[in-house]
Each structure stands twice: as structure tokens, then as C-alpha cells.
């Protein structure tokens, strides 16, 4: 998937709609069990590349959670 396919993803995260949300959450969670490398890095340039403020956010939050030292500080 390409990163504007990842950000869209995000996106669909922080939707109005439960359905395309529980989708989109789905399809997160099954990329970050099985490409959790490739994840980061997405998540990395859309923390810095996106226009949206939202999803730029999220992106920081969700590599602060799959992070090791997040164990530790938890």
C-alpha cells in the first residue's frame, strides 16, 4: 500500500462512520501484527508529510504506542 493508501486509512479511523471505522481499525491492527516495521515507517511520514492536523496526530500517538519505551513508562 502506498503511504496515501495508509493515510486515507488513518483517516477512515477518525471517521463519522462506525462501519468504515471498525474497517479501517481491522485493517490497522492486522498491518501492524504483520508488517509492524513497514507500519512505523508510515506512520513516521505521515506524522511528518500530512496536511491533516488530526491525522498527523493520531500517526504520533500510534508510534508512541507501538514503541518499546512505552512499555517502560507505562
Do not use: W
Not at 486509512?9 to 471517521?15: K, T
Not at 491492527?29 to 508529510?49: E, F, G
Amino acid at each position: 500500500a502506498s503511504m496515501e493508501d495508509f493515510e486515507k486509512l488513518l483517516q477512515q479511523v477518525l471517521g463519522q462512520d462506525n462501519e468504515a471505522r471498525r474497517q479501517s481499525e481491522a485493517v490497522y491492527k492486522n498491518l501492524l501484527s504483520q508488517q509492524p516495521d513497514q507500519v512505523v515507517q508510515a506512520l513516521l511520514h505521515v506524522a511528518r508529510y500530512s496536511t491533516n492536523q488530526f491525522v498527523r496526530s493520531l500517526s504520533h500517538l500510534s508510534i508512541f504506542r507501538c514503541t518499546p519505551v512505552c512499555s517502560v513508562l507505562s
